[in-house]
């Protein structure tokens, strides 16, 4: 057994799991991981993950699953960074103030458009609780299901692992890093907009998302 598993099992020293399951879950990713990342930076992931997340929850019966999912992905995107996991398609990051709108919508139109020719991610400069209930109509309504996405706040490893970062009103709050592709797109916040408004939004992400689609596909043929 290697050292990593081994100091995994029994936990680290001094380190207090406020639930049963992110222990489990430091376990587990200690394992998936193993090679990459010692049972230290795992922990720290898992329950900064648990922390950040715990701040908007308001159903603690999803937590778990968010903290999950949160953490698995934050793993992965340090390990992209790294070199570690191999980097087949373009990562795009969308950033917007709450997550709860605009970045999200870019996240789920661009996998409905591109599939697994690109992959995304989205986070918020200050995620909400939730998504908004009038982006989540206008997403249902043109056959796609945000069931399983939730707000996430921005954290360094998933800019450090994108190839283009495309900022939708959140300011100065992603940092710069060199190498990479960062666009802004102005777009109004669905935040105070109604349905109608929202839709119009929503069709001008699409609009975006085609000519970002048709850049990165000219890039891969140079």
Same mark, same amino acid.
């Given at each position: 057994?290697?050292?990593?598993?081994?100091?995994?099992?029994?936990?680290?020293?001094?380190?207090?799991?406020?639930?049963?399951?992110?222990?489990?879950?430091?376990?587990?990713?200690?394992?998936?991981?193993?090679?990459?990342?010692?049972?230290?930076?795992?922990? @720290?992931?898992?329950?900064?993950?648990?922390? +950040?997340? =715990?701040?908007? *929850?308001? !159903?603690? /019966?999803?937590?778990?699953?968010?903290?999950?999912?949160?953490?698995?992905?934050?793993?992965?995107?340090?390990?992209?960074?790294?070199?570690?996991?191999?980097?087949?398609?373009?990562?795009?990051?969308?950033?917007?103030?709450?997550?709860?709108?605009?970045?999200?919508?870019?996240?789920?139109?661009?996998?409905?458009?591109?599939?697994?020719?690109?992959?995304? @991610?989205?986070?918020?400069?200050?995620?909400? +609780?939730? =998504?908004?209930? *009038?982006? !989540?109509? /206008?997403?249902?309504?043109?056959?796609?299901?945000?069931?399983?996405?939730?707000?996430?706040?921005?954290?360094?490893?998933?800019?450090?692992?994108?190839?283009?970062?495309?900022?939708?009103?959140?300011?100065?709050?992603?940092?710069?890093?060199?190498?990479?592709?960062?666009?802004?797109?102005?777009?109004?916040?669905?935040?105070?907009?109604?349905?109608?408004?929202?839709?119009?939004?929503?069709?001008?992400?699409?609009?975006?998302?085609?000519?970002?689609?048709?850049?990165?596909?000219?890039?891969?043929?140079?």
């Amino acid at each position: 057994m290697s050292d990593l598993n081994t100091a995994g099992r029994r936990g680290l020293a001094g380190i207090s799991y406020p639930e049963r399951y992110l222990h489990d879950l430091s376990l587990q990713l200690a394992e998936r991981f193993d090679g990459t990342f010692n049972a230290e930076t795992v922990e @720290r992931y898992v329950l900064e993950s648990y922390t +950040a997340l =715990l701040r908007t *929850a308001t !159903v603690k /019966a999803h937590l778990a699953t968010r903290v999950t999912r949160f953490a698995t992905d934050r793993m992965t995107a340090l390990a992209q960074a790294k070199g570690a996991i191999a980097h087949d398609v373009p990562e795009v990051l969308f950033v917007c103030e709450q997550n709860a709108g605009r970045s999200q919508m870019a996240a789920l139109l661009t996998h409905g458009l591109a599939g697994d020719r690109v992959h995304v @991610r989205s986070a918020g400069s200050a995620p909400a +609780a939730e =998504l908004n209930p *009038a982006v !989540v109509l /206008a997403l249902e309504e043109i056959g796609l299901d945000p069931s399983r996405v939730f707000p996430k706040p921005l954290t360094d490893d998933v800019v450090q692992a994108a190839d283009v970062v495309i900022t939708m009103g959140c300011g100065d709050a992603c940092p710069i890093y060199p190498g990479k592709r960062y666009l802004d797109w102005h777009l109004d916040d669905p935040d105070h907009l109604t349905l109608d408004e929202v839709r119009r939004v929503r069709d001008e992400i699409r609009t975006h998302i085609e000519q970002l689609l048709q850049t990165l596909e000219n890039d891969s043929h140079e």
